[in-house]
């Protein structure tokens, strides 16, 4: 090393993409576009610099802020790069509230920061596809959301037994921990244990329960998450009396898209404590090396509360790399997917033919759909440049 | 406004895209990306975020560093929001100097930000296009450059009388300066009066002139500007000499782009002190209400020096917004160019209709290249549902 050498490495986390790691990050985020057009859900944008108290502040609670990465500007702002979209989002629509047409179809693909040591399928920069439904009551919308979840999994070829889409309803979960006796204080605490119920051993999920309930109560919800017959009629009830837009959910759920895509009623479901407010829903990979979650999302009629405002909205988040993992393990996405147009060369001999190349032949092949490179380097001999040719992976080369 | 509020303007300087903005920024952006991979160049990406030192050196000099965005992170180093993306195309290419198959013909579209005062055209965040070729010497790559830069005008629309291509090399103008007797010590004084001519005021740039030269140097340069017999054939016998390639550039122009585009030599073009090493060139605006540079380029074959390697490249960089401009200025984009597809919305009667729209409908029309939405809200009565279709501006409207 020189002493005026750079290290080359790309900051920690952050990830350099060469052409062929971009195209295939494109053509996923191209097909992620062309899908929800085709439902005609608008792209929107905010900048990855945000002021920090947008992510500072929700419901009252401290969003992982360690995790944040935020700076001073020369003004003494207190600025962030964002560690998710839904703030942006929020603050975005409070902005323009009175100008917008509702229900806004809205999707977007930011990278978004988070400072946390990086490891497999996670870095401290990543892009995550945000889908959401603003304006539009509990109903066919939580439907929607689900849909096109499912949609885009097919879209990539996805099959039935790729992939499973649990679904629930907060509310009912709730309505079902008090019919049991647990207390208003407790409910958060048992939303906190169903939530990291898959985390933990079987022990330490119990002893967790018995901290906060009877023997009884505790036993009603083992019960419950293995779809006993008496709670899953408790469970029923509770939905026919008090959830009638969730139980339309469900039947719409297996008529429209039952006999493509594996659904179940996951009661235990809770994706998190922060923002759902009614219906969630979880798409888990079912492949055995990769059995997890791949994104998941739900009703949060809390969106704009901060702003002083009400929204209704549904939505979901997507992460890239999660997603791109369960193409290739699924076979779903090969290098053919991925280009976009064959490729020809041209080898001209003589700075005539270079001429000719640039007046004439260029305009002829790439009117006939081709992308066309032209050799430059006419001091070398043919056969080497034929050989740069063959290795670059022309599909033709053409000596002029 | 209650006192839990936040404000919700986009962080000063940045801006929000709201679905109409954005479809214009990526119909532009997608077009570029069209042009470009038509001529087999490839995209690549690097992060937003970077170790300052990456931005902080070169050429051993500061770059603008007041300008940046820099921050220490939780582990003190001192990282930034790129200011532009030539720095970090360096990195990259070292990074991976020896698995390249050169030479790379590369773009990039990257969000840059820098610290400033926010004004008309100039933004806190900004986007920009950048092209290179890199590891092909002087001679065609120089055209080809030229050549693309000239692809993306035309393929807006662009005219020949709508703007001018100024073209110059650098070795010309410096024998040039020597051949009148300016020491190499005045050498760059001079090329930072001439880089600045043009927002100086004439006797302002003659007095700057007459600091570091004789009245007989400081006439011949006056000359030099406008195209003075005399001193043209000085010029024309220094590239005929010493800058055969460059001399070859000219007769290229002329011949394989003469016919569409308004090339003209400017012997006073400097484009900066920080890059080019050899041709530089500018795309000039003609309207005469936005009448400035729009965006250009050159060859700087020092790109790696800091890295301690070696690497040939040509390229320019393009700003979104002086881009956008020029396209409204010349009536170059409208409202059909932005839209992708033609809309539809249905307006489901019943529940079952709605059923129906998922199930059928939708697959049909979206198979068919339409973009379809279904219009949820059953509750409302039927005008209303027509009047805000019609308001969101749907090609089609389809009761169900």
């Known amino acids: 090393m020189q002493n005026n050498q750079l290290p080359t490495a790309p900051y920690k986390g952050t990830s350099d993409f060469l052409p062929d790691e971009l ?54 702002r207190q600025i962030a790069l964002r560690p998710e979209q839904t703030p942006s989002l929020a603050r975005l629509v409070s902005n323009n509230f009175g100008e917008l047409k509702y229900p806004l179809r809205w999707f977007s693909i930011p990278n978004c920061f988070r400072y946390e040591q990086p490891q497999r399928g996670r870095r401290r920069e990543f892009w995550q596809l945000n889908v959401d ?13 689900i849909y096109l979840a ?17 679904y629930n309803h907060r509310g009912v979960l709730q309505s079902f921990l008090k019919e049991i006796g647990i207390g208003d204080e407790s409910l958060k605490q048992v939303f ?58 469900g039947d719409r759920l297996s008529s429209i898209l039952g006999s493509t895509v594996d659904l179940q009623l996951n009661p235990a479901l809770v994706r998190g404590l922060t923002y759902y407010t009614g219906m969630v829903f979880e798409v888990f990979d079912t492949d055995p090396v990769n059995n997890r979650s791949l994104f998941g999302g739900g009703r949060y009629d809390n969106l704009l509360d901060l702003y002083g405002k009400q929204a209704s909205a549904v939505g979901f988040g997507m992460g890239q790399v999660p997603f791109t993992d369960f193409l290739h393990t699924h076979n ?33 092949l790439v009117s006939s759909g081709v992308a066309v490179e032209i050799d430059l380097d006419l001091s070398r001999a043919l056969n080497k440049r034929r050989e740069s040719a063959f290795k670059k992976g022309f599909e033709a080369v053409e000596i002029e």
């Not at 085709?38 to 929107?44: A, I, K, P, S, V």
């Not at 439904?133 to 959301?145: R, Y």
């Not at 999994?153 to 790729?162: H, I, L, R």
Request: aromatic share 10%; proline share 2%.
């Open 23 to 76: 195209s295939e990050r494109n053509y996923i985020f191209n097909k992620w576009r062309q899908v929800l057009s085709e439902l005609n859900y608008q792209e929107y944008e905010t900048s990855v610099l945000e002021m920090s108290e947008v992510f500072k502040i929700k419901s009252g609670e401290e969003l992982g802020s360690t995790q944040i990465y935020s700076f001073l500007d020369k003004s003494n």
């Open 133 to 145: 439904i603003i304006g539009s009551e509990e109903g066919w919308a939580d439907f929607e959301s």
């Open 150 to 166: 499912t949609k885009l999994m097919t879209a990539f070829g996805a099959k039935k037994q790729d992939y499973v889409v649990y």
């Open 192 to 249: 906190h244990i169903l939530d990291n119920w898959a985390k933990m051993g079987e022990s330490e999920n119990e002893a967790e329960l018995s901290k906060i309930m009877d023997d009884k109560a505790k036993n009603q919800i083992l019960c419950l998450l293995e779809g006993m017959n008496r709670e899953m009629d408790l469970w029923d009830d509770i939905v026919e009396d008090e959830f009638p837009a969730f139980s339309e959910l």
């Open 332 to 364: 779903l996405i090969s290098k053919d997917d991925v280009a976009t147009r064959p490729t020809t060369v041209l080898i001209p001999l003589t700075n005539e033919a270079v001429q000719k190349c640039y007046a004439e032949k260029i305009p002829e």
